[in-house]
C-alpha cells in the first residue's frame, strides 16, 4: 500500500505521450481534415483534437464528430469547445486520476504554465502503465477502478489529502479572517445595539445558502459551452426576478422575528433591511464568481465552491455592517 502511495504522487508527466493533433484555431474545418489525414499518429483511436492560437497556447479542444459534421468553410474557432479542462504539468498521478473520475473524459491535454500542451494522458495507457488494468475494460470499468485507486491512496496518505484540499481551504480561511477584521472595526456598533450582533451568524448562514443555490443553477447551466455576454446578461436578469422577491421575503420574515423578539421597530427595520441586501448580493456571487472563473478556463467544480462562499461571507457581512451602523 505504500508503494502504491509514493506510486501515486509520481509526476503525470512521466506518463504523457505525444500521440496528439494540435491544430491552429484560424485553420478551416477542410483544412483540419486534410492535416489529420496527411499526418495521422499511431493511434487509431484519437477521441480529442487541440486547438492552439499563434504562439502555441490551448485555447479550445475539438471532438472526432464535431469537426466531422462541421461546414468545411468554418474555423476551428468557431466549433471549438473553448472551455478546455486540461491537467497541469507539475500534478501528480493522484490528481491526475481525480480529473479521470470527476469529469469522465477518455483523455486530458496536460499543459505548462504557458498554456502549452506538452503532452497527453489516455485513460487506457494512463490505466494500464499505472495500474496495470487490460484495455479490454468498459469504459464504465476503467473510471470505477480508477476512483478505487484514488481512495486506496488517499487512506495511505494522508499528505496527499492535504495537498489537495488545504489550497482551497486557504481561500476559506482568508475570507474568515477578512469577516473577524470587519466584526473587530465595527466593535462599537456591536455593543450599542445587541440585536446586530444576535442576528449576526443569521446573516452569514443565508448569504451562504443562497449563494450556493445560485451558483448550483449557474454551473448547470454552464457546462461546456461558450461564455457569451447574452448569456451572461440573460443569466443575470433570470437570477435579479428571482433574487429580489427572495430578498424581501427573507427581510420580511427577519423582520417580524426582530419585532418579536427584541420589541424595537427600527431595529426590525434596518436588520431587515440589510440582510436583504445581503442576500441579493449572494444571489449575484453566486453568479459572478463561476462565470469570472469559466471565462478564465478554470476548473469551476473545484475553484467556484470555496471562492463564492469567501466572497459571500465578506460581501454580506460589509453590507450588514455599513448599514446598521449609518441607520441605527
Not at 14 to 32: G, K
Request: with cysteine.
Amino acid at each position: 500500500m505504500d508503494a502504491q502511495a509514493t506510486h501515486m504522487q509520481r509526476p503525470v508527466r512521466e506518463y504523457t505521450t505525444q500521440d496528439f493533433v494540435q491544430l491552429p484555431e484560424t485553420m478551416s474545418v477542410e483544412e483540419a481534415l486534410r492535416f489529420i489525414r496527411d499526418h495521422r499518429t499511431g493511434s487509431h483511436g484519437l477521441i480529442y483534437f487541440y486547438v492552439v492560437d499563434a504562439e502555441g497556447r490551448l485555447t479550445g479542444v475539438l471532438q472526432t464528430r464535431t469537426i466531422l459534421t462541421a461546414q468545411p468553410n468554418e474555423t476551428l474557432a468557431d466549433v471549438m469547445i473553448h472551455r478546455v479542462v486540461a491537467i497541469p504539468e507539475a500534478a501528480t498521478v493522484l490528481e491526475a486520476c481525480e480529473f479521470f473520475v470527476l469529469h469522465k473524459f477518455l483523455a486530458f491535454p496536460v499543459v505548462g504554465r504557458d498554456r502549452r500542451i506538452i503532452g497527453v494522458v489516455d485513460v487506457n495507457l494512463f490505466n494500464e502503465e499505472v495500474f496495470g488494468i487490460p484495455k479490454t475494460e468498459t469504459g464504465d470499468e476503467l473510471f470505477q477502478a480508477i476512483g478505487f485507486h484514488i481512495s486506496e491512496a488517499r487512506r495511505a496518505s494522508p499528505l496527499a489529502v492535504l495537498r489537495f484540499r488545504f489550497p482551497w481551504l486557504l481561500i476559506t480561511i482568508a475570507g474568515g479572517t477578512v469577516c473577524a477584521f470587519l466584526t473587530e472595526a465595527h466593535a462599537q456598533t456591536l455593543q450599542h445595539t445587541l440585536a446586530i450582533a444576535f442576528f449576526l451568524t443569521l446573516v452569514l448562514a443565508l448569504g451562504e445558502s443562497v449563494a450556493v443555490q445560485s451558483l448550483a443553477l449557474v454551473l448547470e447551466g454552464l457546462g461546456p459551452k461558450k461564455l457569451t455576454l447574452q448569456w451572461f446578461l440573460s443569466i443575470c436578469k433570470r437570477e435579479a426576478l428571482t433574487a429580489i422577491p427572495l430578498a424581501l421575503a427573507i427581510g420580511f420574515t427577519v423582520a417580524i422575528i426582530v419585532i418579536a423578539l427584541e420589541h424595537e421597530l427600527r431595529a426590525a427595520a434596518v436588520i431587515s433591511l440589510s440582510i436583504a441586501a445581503g442576500v441579493g448580493a449572494a444571489c449575484f456571487l453566486g453568479i459572478g464568481v463561476p462565470t469570472l472563473l469559466h471565462a478564465a478556463k478554470l476548473d469551476l467544480t473545484i475553484a467556484a465552491g470555496p471562492i463564492t462562499l469567501a466572497l459571500t461571507d465578506v460581501a454580506t457581512l460589509l453590507i450588514y455592517f455599513t448599514l446598521t451602523s449609518w441607520l441605527l
